[in-house]
Structures are given as structure tokens and as C-alpha cells.
């Protein structure tokens, strides 16, 4: 499975910004379900939402609950972080990830898409 990430940006503190993962290749069909993650400058890499293709609805991260949407694009094969009420502390590069099954480790990753957030 190939995932890309696109989409961040320099934007400004309240504003919105979509990001997209772009998931192809031949393993598509054994994907479990995707997240989002990201690490800030000097901090480790933590987990923002992740979502499950058949069994559970969204999760997220305290910080980002009722900011950010995780959503599924099934006939585009695209998974969006939709942010929104982007603070500072939102700056990170982003990845998105895809695993094959309920336990949460991923198997596949995408580059990461920097997002800057300006006070």
C-alpha cells in the first residue's frame, strides 16, 4: 500500500485547512483502518485521529476534539483530516498511516505534509 499525504500549508491561527491521503496499490482491500499523526518540532510523533473502515467510529486526540474531522472517501480512496480553529501549538508535520488490523500498529506510512500555524 503506497499512501501520499498533501495538503498543509502556513496558514493563521482560526483559520481551516484540509489534508488528504491519497491510499493505492494492491493491498488496498486489507486495509483496516487509517489515522493521522503528527510531531512537532523537539516533541515525539503522537497519534491525532485515527478512523476504522467497518466497525468503529472516529477518534481523537483530546487537544484536537471538535477541531479536526477524520473522514473516508471510499470511491477516491482518500482519508481528510478536515482542522479547523488552527492554534499555534497545531504546527506539526503531519502523517497519515494504514494498518491491517485492530491492533494499533501501522503498517504503512505516507510522507509527511508540514503544518505551520502563525500566531
Known amino acids: 500500500v503506497q499512501l501520499q499525504a498533501y495538503g498543509g500549508g502556513l496558514v493563521h491561527t482560526g483559520d481551516s485547512l484540509r489534508l488528504s491521503c491519497a491510499y493505492s496499490?494492491?493491498?488496498?482491500?486489507?486495509?483496516?483502518?487509517m489515522a493521522w499523526f503528527r510531531q512537532a518540532p523537539g516533541k515525539e510523533r503522537e497519534s491525532v485521529a485515527r478512523i476504522t473502515w467497518r466497525r468503529f467510529g472516529p477518534e481523537y486526540a483530546e487537544s484536537v476534539k471538535g477541531r479536526f474531522t477524520i473522514s473516508r472517501d471510499n470511491a477516491k480512496n482518500v482519508v481528510y483530516l478536515e482542522m479547523s480553529s488552527l492554534k499555534p501549538e497545531d504546527t506539526a508535520v503531519y502523517y497519515c498511516?494504514?494498518?491491517?488490523?485492530?491492533?494499533?500498529?501501522?503498517?504503512?506510512w505516507g510522507q509527511g505534509t508540514l503544518v505551520t500555524v502563525s500566531s
Open positions: 496499490g494492491r493491498n488496498t482491500a486489507s486495509i483496516y483502518g
Open positions: 498511516a494504514a494498518r491491517r488490523t485492530a491492533v494499533l500498529r501501522y503498517d504503512w
